[in-house]
């Protein structure tokens, strides 16, 4: 069994953060590692408030865990500081990880910060040029590229321009497009738009499940095309399933 690692915040609610990408590597198969970034006060309906781990210590098992065992992929969520980004980055690079999967987590589903002033920018500068796949959904591509991003079209500008920051793969998902849950891939070859129907309702998570997924699939050996396609279409899968334990949004796991 190949593992993978998940590189995240806790979410107390079970329905994103680590604790989703956790089950999604089960579910598909890989056994899953993981590294937490920062505790959350959360449920379904709100982020009240988060609590960073200190970069020092995100390091510190980062290299307890590469010292004892290599993941086939990697993903990081939400990482909270620009510091915890640069205590992560100098890791990756010793131990050379590759299928790395970046969501440049910065606003929750509910709207709430995720990341601090400036950090989007160094997730960019120094992880993007790192990564197998960068996942950035419509309204983080478009405070990367610097471009309005509404219509697929304009995705597909925005994809263009993330692509010169370094990543393999530049997935720009438009689950808030309306009418079609539309995602645009581009390898800097073939530029692929990848559809499925658009689910009513709201649901929590949705973002990390998908790069999970991704992540998943990579370390089970799928080239990139096929890991986006399988994720997204597990999602939708997930979607169709999700349930309410809580007052808010749906859980897809």
Known sequence: METALTIAGSDPSGGAGLQADLKVFKELGVHGLSVPTAL????????????????????????VLMADMRPAAL??????????????VP???EFALGNLVVD??????????????????????????????????????????????ETPEEMEAGARALKETGPGVVVVTGGHLKG??????????????????????????????????????LAKGAPAL????????????KIRGAFHPGKGMGILL
């Open 75 to 88: 993903k990081t969520g939400m990482l909270a500081t620009t510091d915890a980004v640069r205590a992560i």
């Open 104 to 149: 440049p987590v910065s606003v929750s589903s509910s709207g709430a910060l995720l990341m601090e002033a400036g950090g989007l920018d160094v997730i960019m500068e120094q992880l993007f040029p790192l990564a197998a796949v960068i996942t950035p959904n419509i309204y983080e591509a478009s405070v990367l590229a610097g471009l309005p991003i």
């Open 91 to 93: 890791v990756l690079r």
């Open 180 to 217: 079609v849950a539309m995602d645009i891939f581009f390898d800097g070859r073939q530029m692929v738009r990848i559809s499925a129907e658009m689910m009513e309702g709201e649901y929590h998570g949705t973002g990390c499940v998908f790069s999970a997924a991704i992540a998943a699939f």
């Open 226 to 237: 096929k890991a986006v396609e399988e994720a997204k279409k597990f999602v939708s899968q």
């Open 40 to 63: 959350t006060a959360q449920n379904t309906s709100m982020v009240k408030g988060f609590s960073p781990i200190a970069p020092s210590f995100i390091e510190e098992q980062l290299r």
